[in-house]
Each structure stands twice: as structure tokens, then as C-alpha cells.
């Protein structure tokens, strides 16, 4: 059973940046395609970004492409997401994951962190 622990949400004007931070205490990462995810109110849980094992490819999901920084640690066996340029669509629960290749969650959820945009 994969802990996957979710930190740096919170409350932003528009414009504004967070950075999230995944930990996956006790699991090693460093073999997996990596993942974040969100889920709007109302709305099904969607795929924004991934990073392969190596670090040296992303992809984006469109809405974010140009604003948002997918990076790992495989050292710390940590995740990250800068978001940047940040808009009130953005606003969900961001969620970490291994991602297969169909960009669905691979393992048991965590419980998120939420990111809140006002305008």
C-alpha cells in the first residue's frame, strides 16, 4: 500500500503561485511515471501533468501548459508542481500519482491538497 502525502495548497489571488510538494514515505519512485491530477467540485478527477522516471520528459494537460512545472527528486522520492500565472479555474483538490499510460492513477489515493483561486 503506496502513502502518498500532498502538502502547499491554499488560498491565492489570481496571478498568483503555489508550489506542491508529493512524499511518498517508504515507497521508491525512481521506476515510476509520475503524476499530478485534480478534482474540481462537481467535477471527475482529471489528469494536468506527468514526468517520466528520468526527469527529462513532461506532459502537460493544455489548460496548463505554460503556467505549471511538473519536477521530481527521486533522492527524497518527492514530487513537485509549480503553478504559476494562476486562475479561478484552477481551483480543485490536487492529487499525486504513479500514472499508467492511459494517465490514470495508478495507485491508492491520497487525500490532496486543496488549491483555492479567488478572482
Known amino acids: 500500500q503506496v502513502h502518498l502525502e500532498e502538502s502547499g495548497g491554499g488560498l491565492v489571488q489570481t496571478g498568483g503561485s503555489l508550489r506542491l510538494s508529493c512524499a511518498t514515505p517508504?515507497?521508491?519512485?525512481?521506476?515510476?511515471?509520475m503524476g499530478w491530477f485534480r478534482q474540481a467540485p462537481g467535477r471527475e478527477r482529471e489528469f494536468v501533468a506527468s514526468?517520466?522516471?528520468?526527469?527529462?520528459?513532461?506532459y502537460y494537460v493544455d489548460s496548463v501548459k505554460g503556467r505549471f512545472t511538473i519536477s521530481r527528486d527521486n533522492a527524497k522520492n518527492t514530487v513537485y508542481l509549480q503553478m504559476n500565472s494562476l486562475k479561478p479555474e484552477d481551483t480543485a483538490v490536487y492529487y499525486c500519482?504513479?500514472?499508467?499510460?492511459?494517465?490514470?492513477?495508478?495507485?491508492?489515493w491520497g487525500q490532496g491538497t486543496q488549491v483555492t483561486v479567488s478572482s
Open positions: 500519482n504513479a500514472v499508467d499510460p492511459n494517465l490514470y492513477g495508478s495507485w491508492s
Open positions: 517508504g515507497r521508491t519512485i525512481s521506476d515510476f511515471t
Open positions: 514526468i517520466v522516471w528520468s526527469g527529462y520528459s513532461t
